[in-house]
């Protein structure tokens, strides 16, 4: 999903500020997803992440805001995390 700031139409109509990498699309709606991820050869469950389905093709696409907080999730030297190994 490449964000690509607000854009104003020609007519002054305000667009969707992200294209989905996967159709084109324009139009997305919240979401949660639950992913395993494999880091270093150790699969963790991470559930309820909020996402932005493509309301075209239904691709997944996070922000950059989540997309770092499951970095410092899925960082092993962070405590406390809430990560259920699979």
């Avoid at 559930?47 to 997944?60: A, F, G, M, T, Y």
Wanted: charged share 20%.
């Amino acid at each position: 999903m490449r964000n690509i700031g607000q854009i104003i139409s020609q007519k002054g109509f305000k667009m969707s500020k992200y294209i989905c990498d996967n159709c084109g699309n324009i139009d997305f709606y919240e979401n949660t997803i639950n992913k395993v991820f494999n880091i270093n050869e150790k699969l963790s469950l991470v559930e309820n992440i909020p996402v932005l389905l493509c309301s075209h093709c239904q691709e997944p696409n996070l922000t950059i805001e989540t997309t770092e907080h499951i970095r410092r999730l899925l960082n092993p030297t962070c405590n406390g995390n809430r990560v259920t190994p699979v």
